[in-house]
């Protein structure tokens, strides 16, 4: 379900080179992480607030409940 909800940001990332991970944790913890590929496009990816609302209302949307979201970006960034 997390996979689904997920999937529209994902597929906008990959358009620049990048791929999204995203896991549950005990706690209602949601693990995202963003991985830069070889020709990911730096100024493309959007600012971690940014990121973060989407995210969050991606997951909203979807009816996923949820305490925290931890999102990793890729170190450079």
């Known amino acids: ?9 994902k597929e906008s990332l990959s358009y620049d080179g990048f ?15 963003i991985v830069a590929g070889p020709a990911a496009c730096v100024d493309c990816l ?3 607030p940014v990121l973060e609302e989407m995210i969050a209302a991606a997951l909203h949307d979807n009816g996923i409940k949820y305490s925290e979201i931890r999102l990793t970006l890729p170190v450079h960034f």
């Open 46 to 48: 959007a600012p971690k």
């Open 19 to 33: 791929d999204l991970l995203a896991a549950e944790r005990d706690g209602g913890l949601i693990d995202v992480m």
């Open 1 to 9: 379900m997390l996979d689904k909800a997920l999937s529209s940001i």
